[in-house]
């Protein structure tokens, strides 16, 4: 039986740590991090007082620390239970974020996007880590150059492919180009599969067992630290991804949380924004991804912290 | 191997879901189509005109069962790109809100319907438009792309209770005057709004430039591009300078003109001598929010915003007109907006029926109750100057420069979004501190050679 130990390994400790005393270091050290905590967090809480104010005199004001004339009326026309002139009367306008549609597109879209790069990257890490056939690290070294290329390079081209395919503004636009594989996925993987000891998969050989089923019940539970790690990046990144979206699905049915903010954030030119509904509904925006990282965060360090095979 | 074919079935079922959407049928954008039922696409920018032509596509609707209307806002920062992307990728809109700094790089490209034939067959009467305002739409090549709906003008809006306390009255702000040497009274109410942080004013010995806390006057940035419409084209037009040489669809620029320069390089004196935030500040903060912060005293800016600045709480504002320059009028840009249809449309019949709707006086009555723009109707503009002015805000300083010759038209031309470009980065160097206003003439040089080369 193979069994994978994801568990940080053990490191000494001096009898002064053990004890837990307070050393001018650790204060330091406890100081430093407090405040890099702080400074991270701040944005969010500015956030946060930003939507809990009332837009119409939210600039009378600008340095208050707490909320300006507290609301949760920003927080009520994001999720549509403000009516018109509830809005109009804190400072909101006449456009509405269709939230909840929005939400669905963008959970749609990075889950697809996720669960097919992590799939396709697989095989292709696979391939490229234990099996050998001819000019396997030349086509590997082409696979990494595409890394170098900037994405903005292959917008355009990738636009009039969806157009020509009569794609634009589907789900179908907005997913393939990040579908298959990224070569940073494949990078990725094959990394964690070379460190894969040779002898069991040698051993799974002898059993019979083919590259399919090699893959799929030796190398896929052995990595699942990886993987996962893989998915969280994926899908964060996929949940940020803007200006792809915006160029194919920009139709209302299909638009992401990242575009409707952007519409959102620019209405009319030189015209007052709805900063407390801005704010809100990003803060709203930012929670899949928050719960994401609280579900699977441990599962992120234990995979940094791979120790391999026993 | 259970999981294995599991897994198999799974990702084939993914990829063959993708596969019904492969096969999804679009109408070609080349031919268009004169289908007179189904659902027109209309694409606007401005949030808060919205629920008044939602309010006109309900109303159409009701008495056009066989066409659906489905608006859609678009931010402008967004628009214009938005529209490219779609007109590239037959996915345009049905009838969208037009602009005269744009329509140009449309018509060029056969992008949208000329509707001389159509008003001659179904109206509207062009003399109920506003003067002027259905000009803009007449292209280059003699063809009408646009039926107006509003119209814009720029004037002033300022902080009623700052100016008292400066000892300024509203007679003095209704009357102000300009003139690129000193400034004029403008400069000197600019002068005397602005306030150091030691409390000592712009007028008086030991003000700090460098440390100011209510700037005299607040600017929308990027500063004006080309147009310069609400931030020195009031200005520059005092002089008798005009953008081009013809008002519209001209092919030669007078960036280089010593009178566009001057009153651009005083323009930037104010920076300096702190009556104007540095660029610094300015990006990035709208005029009426420093404005409500306390931050600006004097905001130059469109009539299209009365209702956000109207909307502001905490402050008492008032408006004023442009000031009069050395030849004793004022000026004013003005600008109409107006709906077009796509070539490309496959129902251009109802499309039209929707547009002639929405510059029919019942829906443009609707947009007027709603307080937010001027109607381009003619018998609308009552309404219209009613409703805004129940936000407690005077319009008037805005519309007079029609009802006394002093508005000039916005400058279409062709190339327009490659002269936006040009002047952009250009007066933002200048106003940046990076280069004085006589490198405008180079800028000059290149905004015409995109005529001569075709």
């Known amino acids: 039986m193979v069994t994978v130990d994801t568990a940080v390994a053990p490191t000494s400790r001096t009898p002064g740590q053990e004890a837990g005393g307070l050393t001018p270091g650790r204060v330091l050290a406890w100081a430093c991090l407090i405040a890099i905590i702080a400074i991270t967090l701040f944005p969010f809480y500015w956030m946060l007082r930003t939507a809990l104010s009332n837009g119409t005199t939210l600039a ?19 999720l549509g239970l403000a009516t018109l002139e509830e809005a109009q009367a804190e400072g909101g306008t006449g456009s509405a974020v269709d939230f909840w549609v929005y939400l669905r597109n963008s959970v749609l879209v990075a889950a697809l996007i996720t669960a097919g790069q992590v799939f396709f990257g697989a095989l292709a890490a696979y391939a490229f880590a234990r099996m050998k056939w001819p000019g396997r690290d030349a086509v590997f070294f082409v696979l990494l150059t595409a890394l170098m290329v900037p994405p903005i390079f292959t917008q355009l081209p990738n636009f009039l492919l969806m157009r020509d395919l009569g794609l634009v503004n589907t789900y179908a636009a907005l997913v393939l180009p990040f579908f298959f594989m ?11 599969f070379l460190g894969i000891s040779r002898e069991i998969e040698e051993a799974a050989r002898l059993d019979g067992a083919g590259h399919v089923r090699t893959f799929f019940q030796l190398i896929i539970p052995m990595s699942w630290g990886p993987i996962t790690t893989l998915a969280l990046l994926q899908y964060v990144q996929a949940w940020n991804e803007y200006f792809w979206p915006l160029l194919v699905g920009s139709e209302r049915s299909v638009r992401t949380l990242t575009v409707a903010l952007g519409v959102f954030r620019s209405q009319t030119p030189q015209g007052s924004l709805d900063w407390p509904g801005l704010m809100a509904a990003t803060l709203i925006a930012a929670l899949p991804v928050l719960l994401l990282f609280i579900a699977f965060g441990r599962k992120i360090v234990d995979s940094i912290g791979f120790s391999g095979i026993k | 191997m259970k999981r294995t074919r599991r897994l198999t079935v799974i990702a084939t079922a993914v990829l063959l879901a993708l596969v019904p959407a492969c096969a999804v049928e679009r109408p070609p954008a080349e031919s268009g189509g004169w289908d007179d039922t189904g659902e027109v696409t209309y694409w606007m920018w401005d949030a808060n005109q919205l629920p008044a032509y939602q309010q006109c596509a309900t109303d159409f609707e009701a008495s056009n069962p066989d066409i659906d209307i489905a608006i859609e806002q678009v931010g402008w920062d967004y628009y214009w790109g938005r529209m490219l992307s779609s007109f590239v990728a037959n996915s345009a809109p049905d009838v969208f809100v037009n602009h005269t700094s744009k329509y140009g790089d449309y018509t060029s490209r056969g992008l949208i319907e000329p509707l001389d034939e159509l008003i001659a067959r179904d109206g509207p009467d062009l003399s109920q438009f506003v003067e002027g305002t259905g000009d803009l739409w007449v292209g280059d090549d003699g063809k009408r792309y646009g039926l107006p709906k509003d119209f814009d003008a720029v004037g002033i809006f300022y902080n009623a209770t700052m100016i008292q306390d400066a000892g300024i009255t509203p007679e003095q702000m209704q009357n102000l005057t300009w003139n690129p040497q000193d400034g004029g009274t403008y400069e000197d109410v600019l002068a ?3 306030v150091d942080v030691n409390g000592v004013r712009g007028d008086e010995p030991g ?12 600017i929308s940035y990027p500063p004006g591009g080309a147009s310069g419409q609400t931030q020195w084209s009031f200005l520059t037009a005092t002089l008798g300078w005009s953008h081009t040489d013809k008002p519209l669809w001209g092919t030669r620029y007078n960036y280089d003109d010593p009178r566009f320069q001057d009153t651009i390089a005083w323009w930037r004196s104010l920076v300096d001598k702190g009556y104007m935030p540095p660029v610094e500040q300015a990006v990035g903060n709208e005029p009426s929010q420093l404005m409500q912060a306390g931050r600006v005293a004097v905001v130059t800016e469109g009539s299209w915003n009365i209702s956000t600045f109207a909307k502001l709480g905490g402050i008492e504002l008032a408006t004023a007109p442009t000031p009069i320059g050395p030849r004793g009028s004022r000026a004013a840009m003005t600008n109409s907006l107006a709906d077009s249809i796509a070539a490309g449309s496959p129902n251009k019949g109802a499309a039209w029926k929707w547009v002639r709707y929405l510059a029919s006086p019942e829906c443009q009555s609707v947009v007027a109750r709603g307080g937010v723009v001027v109607p381009a109707i003619a018998s609308v503009v009552p309404a219209a100057e009613a409703a805004i002015g129940a936000h407690g805000l005077d319009i008037t300083p805005f519309t007079r420069h029609l009802r006394e010759g002093t508005a000039f038209p916005y400058p279409a031309a062709q190339h327009a979004a490659d002269v936006e470009t040009i002047m952009e980065s250009a007066t933002e160097r200048v106003m940046g501190g990076s280069a004085d206003a006589s490198s405008l003439t180079a800028a000059n040089e290149e905004v015409n050679a995109l005529f001569t080369q075709g």
Do not use: C, M
């Not at chain 1, 990224?182 to 964690?192: D, G």
């Not at chain 2, 003000?207 to 006057?217: I, K, S």
């Open chain 1, 60 to 78: 009378t004001a600008g340095t208050s620390w707490l909320p300006v004339d507290f609301t949760w009326g920003a927080f009520r026309r994001v």
């Open chain 1, 182 to 192: 990224t070569p940073f996925a494949v990078f990725f993987l094959r990394q964690f």
């Open chain 2, 192 to 194: 005397r709004l602005s």
């Open chain 2, 207 to 218: 003000f700090d430039p460098r440390n100011v806390a209510t700037y005299g006057l607040g």
